[in-house]
């Protein structure tokens, strides 16, 4: 192991954590409510509040998701990454992945809830989203050094 590689190993565990701990959220979700400890379907039968929730739902998924994957690139990022590159790498690393793990858990809630498959295809495409973002040392150590 490098010494690059030891400096940032404890982020990268961190950070694996993190991604971990939002996916097995969503796996306990999925399991609650299929096991039938969760009542499916309880959803208010208000249509506008499910209409509202629905839309700032996916304008959340929408926005952050991109926003997520492009983090590390943008300028002031990088000026925080090469100040402190640990430090830097667990703030901007675990603020990408709650940008794509609470949408995820968020609308795997709610597909259970309302029974919309609009909801289940936002989670599955946060979940995916974390084959881009998955803190390998590799990719922590080239996040790291932008624009060096």
């Known amino acids: 192991m490098t010494m690059e590689e030891n400096t940032l190993h404890p982020a990268r565990k961190l950070l694996l954590g993190q991604l971990i701990a939002y996916l097995l959220l969503a796996v306990a979700v999925v399991v609650g409510f299929e096991s039938d400890l969760l009542e499916v379907g309880v959803c208010a039968e208000d249509v ?56 995820l858990v968020a609308n795997t809630i709610l597909y259970y809830m309302s029974m919309s498959v609009a909801y289940g295809y936002m989670a599955i495409i946060g979940g995916l989203c974390f084959t881009f973002v998955y803190p390998s040392i590799g990719r922590c150590i080239n996040e790291t050094n932008i624009g060096e």
């Open 48 to 103: 506008f509040v499910k209409y509202q929730v629905l839309m700032l739902m996916e304008v959340l998924t929408i926005c952050f998701i991109p926003l997520a994957l492009k983090m590390l690139g943008l300028s002031a990022v990088r000026r925080r990454l090469k100040a402190d590159r640990v430090r830097g790498l667990v703030l901007f690393g675990s603020c990408r992945l709650a940008m794509i793990g609470v949408p």
